[in-house]
């Protein structure tokens, strides 16, 4: 196996994958907020088991990733309103 190619060796390297960040971002902030209310329920058995911090990180993961979002969403209407003035067809993410 060689580790260094010559650049006539080369592949192209691939078009970057599509993806929606709104999508990965909902699935991780829903998990979280799951995962909160499964430590609401058991606050007491995890206080006792010296876990109380565990309540705190699931109150982080939701604000986050609704925080990322937010951050998302205005990256994307911001993205759409250039690709608007400048008069070519958005492209839907």
């Known amino acids: 196996m060689r580790l260094w190619l010559s650049e006539s060796e080369r592949r192209p390297d691939p078009a970057p994958a599509r993806a929606d960040a709104r999508k990965a971002l909902l699935a991780g902030t829903v998990l979280w907020a799951l995962a909160l209310v499964a430590s609401l329920i058991f606050a007491g058995a995890l ?11 699931c109150w982080v993961g939701v604000a986050l990733g609704l925080a990322g979002l ?3 969403q205005v990256s994307r209407r911001r ?8 008069g070519s067809a958005p492209t839907s993410d």
């Open 47 to 57: 206080a006792s088991a010296g876990l109380g911090w565990v309540g705190v990180t």
């Open 79 to 86: 993205r759409r309103q250039s690709t608007d003035a400048s």
């Open 70 to 72: 937010v951050v998302v």
